[in-house]
């Protein structure tokens, strides 16, 4: 959405028009953007050609409505867009919300030297050896190595892994392997990571039967017994001369309304609206195929385990009606494959905020989802390998010397916790207080510093750090207890004013006669 919202403000056309004796500048009508914005959804790779003017309308309903665009006095907010001569402009800024980017490539592989190599410019055969001369401990040293003396050891178990911990482990890792293929650098955009349940990812990958489906603990989420009949009849559905059951003309039609009926009546789409943005954000990776499989197995992996369920047994199912040549025509006018896409789209994916143009980028998600769901419903091995290892590493006990730095019993692994604003303001405000106050501390009792560096070294810390010094000295006389004031010494008398004292001129009158 976000890359057809920006090819339609760069380069939907722009003129002059007018309106009830008054002219507008770079504004359109409604018409040219219904005609020019179907265009581009018509010959876009995430739509195609079956988009209807119709949808076109109810897209540019939506963008009025979110302020994509806005008539031409400014008002927006209201789905009253209509295919008319009507005028519209586009809004100084731009709606979208930055969505994220791609990590930058590394191009240059970094190259680890080989031990053996030796460094450039250098020969074995020109290097001189100076002679060492070995004294009775270097001896020792090295005839205790050779012999294979090691020192004593002991081994030192980790503490217990709880429940909680293992699958808090899934979650992280999942999601970071979803975020890796995804070439996102944040999930925030396409999912809410707090309603990820761990314990979904676990049960999808080890309860399951010999056929990879999964298998549920709650026998009430379980599928109708009706409709899993319904479901085996035409799975399997074999020549007539085999058929056991007594049919009729239609038969087939009719155990397949069964089925579209009940998975139409569905509260929520098979891959729930919380995962929609997910899904249809690997739609963009359809080009790799192996990529968009593997984006598409992880999702799958956080499903709740009554929906991926369905999911199995339902593209199960649809692939095998496909794949079926003596399966008659279950609707006329429709082929096998385009009913079972425009039946079973709507249940499997769908957004909350119901959009026309959603239907396509379903149609084009079940497509690629019939063709692939054997790998696309698998357990990722890679991953579940990955996990699997990293849970053992953490439980493995480890051998540790006397005086190394690992001899210390390791505590359990620790995890994030997100804290509230007030919590933070106050760790970052006093989590530094104390190492704060030692250092003005070794600066007060430094005696190698002069009474001038230390002064100096004073005012720069209270400067930097007003509430540590200020709790450290909290009035100004306790601040000049650190420096006394030393006793002035008395001006000494000059000799010569004793024994001469300054007498001032005396100007004496003249008289003449």
């Not at 085999?242 to 998975?263: C, H, N, R, S, W």
């Not at 995890?415 to 405000?429: A, D, G, K, L, N």
Request: hydrophobic share 35%.
């Amino acid at each position: 959405w976000n890359e057809t919202v920006e090819i339609f403000r760069a380069k939907m056309p722009l003129r002059k028009h007018r309106c009830r004796f008054k002219s507008y500048e770079h504004c359109f009508t409604a018409a040219e953007a219904v005609d020019w914005l179907h265009e581009l959804l018509r010959c876009s790779q995430n739509f195609g050609p079956e988009v209807t003017r119709k949808q076109t309308v109810q897209l540019l309903k939506k963008f009025l409505k979110n302020h994509v665009i806005e008539d031409i006095k400014g008002k927006w907010g209201q789905e009253d867009f209509e295919d008319n001569r009507h005028l519209y402009r586009f809004p100084p800024s731009s709606p979208l919300k930055p969505y994220p980017k791609k990590p930058p490539y590394q191009k240059d592989v970094i190259k680890f030297p080989e031990w053996n190599d030796p460094p450039p410019g250098t020969s074995q055969e020109n290097i001189l050896v100076r002679p060492v001369v070995m004294n009775s401990e270097m001896w020792y040293k090295r005839h205790s190595i050779a012999i294979g003396e090691v020192p004593a050891c002991r081994l030192v178990h980790r503490r217990q892994l709880t429940e909680a911990n293992v699958e808090e482990i899934w979650k992280s890792m999942t999601l970071s392997y979803l975020q890796k293929i995804l070439g996102l650098d944040s999930l925030e955009e396409v999912l809410d990571i707090k309603l990820v349940n761990s314990k979904f990812i676990i049960h999808n990958v080890y309860s399951v039967s010999k056929q990879g489906v999964v298998i549920l603990d709650d026998k009430s989420k379980e599928l109708p017994h009706w409709v899993l009949s319904a479901m085996k009849c035409l799975a399997n559905w074999p020549n007539c001369s085999d058929l056991k059951q007594p049919m009729y003309l239609g038969f087939e039609k009719d155990v397949f309304k069964t089925i579209a009926d009940y998975y139409g009546h569905l509260k929520e789409p098979l891959l729930t609206f919380h995962l929609f943005d997910a899904f249809v954000s690997v739609l963009g990776l359809l080009q790799k195929e192996k990529v968009a499989v593997e984006a598409f197995q992880i999702c799958c992996l956080l499903l709740p385990p009554e929906n991926r369920r369905k999911l199995q047994l339902l593209m199960r199912m649809m692939a095998r009606i496909c794949l079926n040549k003596e399966m008659p025509p279950l609707c006329d006018g429709f082929g096998t494959r385009t009913l079972m896409v425009q039946t079973f789209s709507r249940c499997i994916l769908c957004s909350k905020d119901e959009v026309d143009l959603d239907e396509l980028l379903a149609a084009r998600l079940v497509t690629f989802l019939m063709d692939n769901y054997q790998e696309i419903l698998k357990v990722p091995l890679a991953l579940q390998t990955s996990i699997e290892e990293r849970v053992a590493h953490l439980r493995r006990v480890q051998i540790k010397y006397p005086g190394a730095d690992m001899d210390i019993t390791l505590s359990a692994p620790s995890f994030c916790r997100q804290i509230s604003p007030e919590e933070f303001e106050y760790q970052r405000s006093y989590g530094s207080q104390e190492p704060l106050a030692a250092l003005l501390e070794e600066v007060i009792t430094d005696a190698k510093l002069s009474s001038k560096e230390k002064k100096k070294k004073l005012k720069q810390f209270q400067k930097s750090y007003p509430e540590v010094y200020q709790e450290r000295f909290p009035t100004p006389e306790s601040e000049a207890l650190l420096f006394p004031e030393k006793p002035k010494p008395k001006p000494q008398l000059l000799m010569w004013a004793l024994k001469k004292p300054f007498q001032p001129f005396q100007r004496t009158r003249s008289f003449r006669m």
